[in-house]
């Protein structure tokens, strides 16, 4: 089955530039989308296809996807996007995510 | 706005079923159709299927085959999701989330509140 891995977790200062990634295999023609849950809360979409913002998704966030790696970039990183980022992506009529990964913002 | 706005949460015994709803709001309840995907406590998402509301056509991942089933009322705008033979592995939050199709792939927004289930004897 298609899986997406990212990285358990990410620290970042505030004001930096935070990097979360996800890896699958023929991403190159899979659209990946982001989502962000803070604790107790639902999952929210930051990205969709890939690099697209949602309307009310601050500017800060940004997406790419080259090669076998998807990444989401939190530039200017502030407290309250502290939270779990999960990748998602469709393979064969299939729903997948990536494991999530803690953006600890110190 | 569209909403989602799920049923409270669940307390049941292994081997038993539950049934969760999930009332849409906000748009056409018969152009979109509703995922429902799950999180153990302190764990990742997990995509559970989805239901066609104009159709109520279903697919459901593989690894809940013959346990869960879903359906929907459109009259009243509500989604559900029902699975059986419940295990202790199954406490978990069920979210019910609007898909949305485009180019080729599934993205969701918005998610419901989430609904807790529990199972424990």
């Known amino acids: 089955s298609y899986e997406l891995t990212q990285t358990p977790s990410v620290s970042v200062s505030p004001g930096q530039t935070a990097r979360i990634t996800c890896s699958g295999e023929?991403?190159?023609?899979?659209?990946v989308s982001w989502y962000q849950q803070r604790p107790g809360q639902s999952p929210v979409v930051v990205v969709y296809e890939d690099y697209k913002r949602p309307s009310g998704i601050p500017e800060r966030f940004s997406g790419s996807n080259s090669g076998n790696t998807a990444t989401l970039t939190i530039s200017g990183t502030q407290a309250m996007d502290e939270a779990d980022y999960y990748c998602?992506?469709?393979?064969?009529?299939?729903?997948?995510f990536g494991g999530g990964t803690k953006l600890t913002v110190l | 706005q569209v909403q989602l706005v799920q049923s409270g949460p669940e307390v049941r015994k292994p081997g038993a079923s539950v049934k969760v709803s999930c009332k849409a709001s906000g748009y056409t309840f018969t152009d979109s159709y509703i995922h429902w995907v799950r999180q153990a406590p302190g764990q990742g998402l997990e995509w559970m299927g989805w239901i066609n509301p104009d159709s109520g056509a279903t697919k459901f991942q593989k690894n809940f085959q013959g346990r869960v089933s879903m359906t929907r009322d459109s009259s009243i705008t509500t989604a559900y999701m029902e699975l059986t033979r419940l295990r202790s592995d199954d406490t978990a939050m069920y979210y019910c989330?609007?898909?949305?199709?485009?180019?080729?792939?599934?993205?969701?927004?918005?998610w419901g509140q989430g609904t807790l289930v529990t199972v424990s004897s």
């Open positions: 023929k991403f190159d023609n899979k659209y």
């Open positions: 998602q992506a469709w393979d064969s009529g299939v729903v997948v």
């Open positions: 989330a609007k898909g949305i199709a485009e180019a080729g792939t599934w993205w969701f927004d918005p």
